[in-house]
């Protein structure tokens, strides 16, 4: 009996043990479940919408309403505020009207800003084949022609890249026919607080995290029509409004204008020389009428006659007094430039010889690092928003172009030349030679008179 019952146990607890497996899977499987989607809420993880067969005719035009200036008075509380209900709320138009201000009126700020982004999208581009076939080849060189004839081409380059300070930017694509083609007319850059991120529970049918358009007939904003819209994300892995770096320079910029804000009352104060005169006998009338007299032709704008030892005493600001002011400003400026930039020196000058040079070299470094990402972010979007809908639109069989943009390092003409010399001579390359004129800063003669005279080239 016992060894009758010993291979049904046997049996039996191994059928436990593959539903114990089972149950255990479900579990995993429902926790990793759990996971991905947290993580893709997180991460902000938004399907792109299909692109239609044909280009969206006209372009969605966002509401216009008024600024509300939001950074007159403002203090650090209001301003925790009001980053706080940009994410909850998705509506980024206080904050970037905030954001917007600060910058405007912080030369420091705005100078860094627009230096990165025209870094960037003031230099020169070419559109190169996708692929290696010769239908590649081909497109690259119709896209290119279209573009030739579209105005502002660097003004949208400039507005993608504001991404950096907004988190996110975006710009209308009207699309025309052009003879046989559809082709990119215009750009239509738009403010930042013109959008709105969908939050999870929206009336238009959008993903959470998807950008958002304000319009008279949505204010609460409507989804973007696939294929026009270029649109920018600074970090597409963080919410809109926390993917700013003008929300982390913004303190500063704040911080700043406090510092300034007294400085300039200690100015008014101590600024223009106060003289201050003393008489002995203030009951004499006439003594009082002589130093009011005595104020007047020294021509100070600031003085007093008080009682006391016969003399003229001069009233300024302690010595020294004005490091708490300037310390506070250096501070901000140099938090805003490593927020911007990730160094300092890159808009600050150093000291230090020998050292704060090979400092400067290390920063410049780091600073150019940004600048090739900002290139490839901008690369990114041209492929996505412009290029494959070209394609798409004008049902071209090929391989998308992509926007190659020359973001170089800063050489010396000497070691320009020394490269280039390298390049062709022991490396055989094909190097455009246009472009090496343009980062040495030499122009190439146009007529025989103004070539001159070499071994290399030119008359002998």
């Known amino acids: 009996m016992v060894n009758a019952l010993g291979p049904a146990l046997r049996d039996y607890a191994a059928l436990q043990l593959r539903h114990v497996h089972r149950q255990r899977r479900r579990w995993v499987n429902r926790i990793d479940r759990i996971r991905l989607q947290a993580r893709a809420r997180v991460l902000q993880v938004i399907r792109p919408r299909p692109l239609p067969s044909e280009a969206p005719s006209g372009v969605q035009t966002p509401s216009r309403e008024g600024f509300g200036n939001p950074e007159w008075g403002l203090t650090a509380d209001r301003l925790a505020v009001i980053f706080a209900n940009a994410e909850q709320t998705g509506d980024l138009a206080e904050m970037m009207e905030v954001v917007d201000g600060l910058i405007q009126r912080d ?154 804000r007294e400085l300039v009352i200690k100015l008014v104060r101590f600024g223009v020389p106060k003289v201050l005169l003393k008489i002995e006998n203030w009951e004499d009338e006439e003594a009082k009428a002589v130093a009011q007299r005595v104020l007047e032709q020294l021509g100070t704008d600031s003085g007093g006659v008080m009682h006391g030892d016969l003399g003229i005493e001069k009233l300024d600001a302690p010595a020294n007094d004005n ?40 920063h410049a470094g780091i600073r150019f690092e940004n600048l090739v990402a900002d290139a490839v972010l901008l690369q990114d979007t041209f492929a996505e928003h412009v290029s494959l809908p070209w394609t798409r639109f004008n049902n071209i069989r090929a391989m998308p172009p992509v926007l190659r943009i020359h973001v170089v390092q800063i050489l010396e003409p000497e070691a320009v030349s020394k490269l280039a010399d390298v390049l062709v001579n022991k490396l055989g390359l094909r190097v455009d030679k246009q472009q090496i004129l343009d980062m040495i800063g030499v122009r190439e003669a146009e007529t025989e008179e103004q070539v001159i005279p070499g071994k290399a080239g030119g008359r002998q």
């Not at 209308?172 to 215009?186: D, H, L, T, Y």
Request: net charge positive; proline share 6%; glycine share 12%.
């Open 107 to 260: 030369p420091h700020a705005r100078n860094v800003y627009w230096q990165r982004r025209r870094a960037v999208a003031g230099k020169p581009y070419v559109i190169k084949p996708g692929g290696p076939s010769r239908a590649d080849r081909t497109a690259a060189r119709m896209l290119a022609d279209d573009l030739r004839q579209t105005p502002g081409l660097m003004h949208f380059f400039d507005h993608q890249l504001k991404a950096v300070q907004n988190g996110v930017s975006a710009s209308g694509i009207a699309w025309e026919r052009n003879g046989r083609r559809v082709v990119p007319a215009r750009f239509h850059p738009t403010e930042t607080r013109r959008f709105a991120v969908a939050t999870e529970y929206n009336d238009v049918g959008a993903q959470p995290g998807e950008l958002l358009v304000k319009t008279v007939n949505h204010p609460q904003g409507e989804r973007l029509r696939p294929g026009g819209w270029a649109v920018t994300w600074h970090d597409p892995g963080t919410h809109a409004a926390r993917a700013a770096l003008g929300r982390t320079t913004a303190w500063y910029t704040l911080f700043k204008t406090v510092g300034m």
């Open 323 to 362: 490091g708490i002011f300037q310390t506070t400003i250096a501070i901000c400026n140099q938090e805003v430039s490593k927020a911007v930039y990730g160094v300092t020196l890159a808009n600050e000058s150093g000291s230090g010889g020998g050292a704060a040079y090979a400092l400067g070299r290390t």
